[in-house]
């Protein structure tokens, strides 16, 4: 499993009989594998959200969640994952990327 150019885990099939997969049966593997890995890493950034994050206005962190949608066209959970992870990569707050990113100081569409 992997979200971008992280290496988040790995995903082993097993079945009760022996046979090959169809495209189709891989296909949704790698679906449902890609769905783990955004929650995996939602998770562990989760856990490591600052208290003071969490007492933060929230408005602004769903206003920036919003923005993010549309400029990467991703649904409101993978938006909130890529906010987290900018936030712990670059050593901010949640509020301040979420303000940032309001300010236009932030931009992942570019």
Same mark, same amino acid.
């Not at 989760?46 to 969640?65: G, N």
């Not at 670059?90 to 570019?110: E, H, K, L, T, Y």
């Given at each position: 499993?992997? *979200?971008? /150019?992280?290496?988040?885990g790995?995903?082993? #099939?097993? &079945?009760t =009989?022996? !046979?090959? *997969?169809? +495209? !189709?049966?891989? @296909?949704?593997?790698?679906?449902m594998?890609?769905? &783990? /890995?955004?929650?995996?890493?939602?998770?562990? #950034? %989760? @856990? *490591? =959200?600052?208290p003071?994050? @969490? $007492? %933060? +206005?929230?408005?602004? *962190?769903?206003?920036? =969640?919003?923005?993010?949608?549309?400029? #990467?066209?991703? +649904?409101?959970?993978d938006?909130?994952v890529?906010?987290?992870a !900018?936030a712990?990569? /670059?050593?901010? %707050?949640? +509020?301040?990327?979420?303000? $940032?990113?309001?300010?236009?100081?932030?931009?992942?569409? /570019?």
């Amino acid at each position: 499993m992997a *979200l971008g /150019a992280i290496d988040v885990g790995v995903v082993d #099939l097993y &079945a009760t =009989t022996a !046979h090959a *997969l169809s +495209p !189709h049966d891989v @296909e949704e593997a790698w679906a449902m594998a890609d769905v &783990a /890995a955004v929650r995996v890493v939602d998770q562990v #950034l %989760s @856990e *490591l =959200t600052s208290p003071a994050a @969490e $007492a %933060s +206005p929230r408005r602004f *962190l769903h206003q920036a =969640t919003g923005m993010v949608m549309a400029q #990467l066209g991703v +649904p409101s959970d993978d938006a909130m994952v890529v906010i987290r992870a !900018h936030a712990f990569a /670059a050593g901010m %707050s949640v +509020p301040d990327v979420a303000q $940032a990113i309001i300010r236009r100081d932030i931009d992942f569409s /570019a």
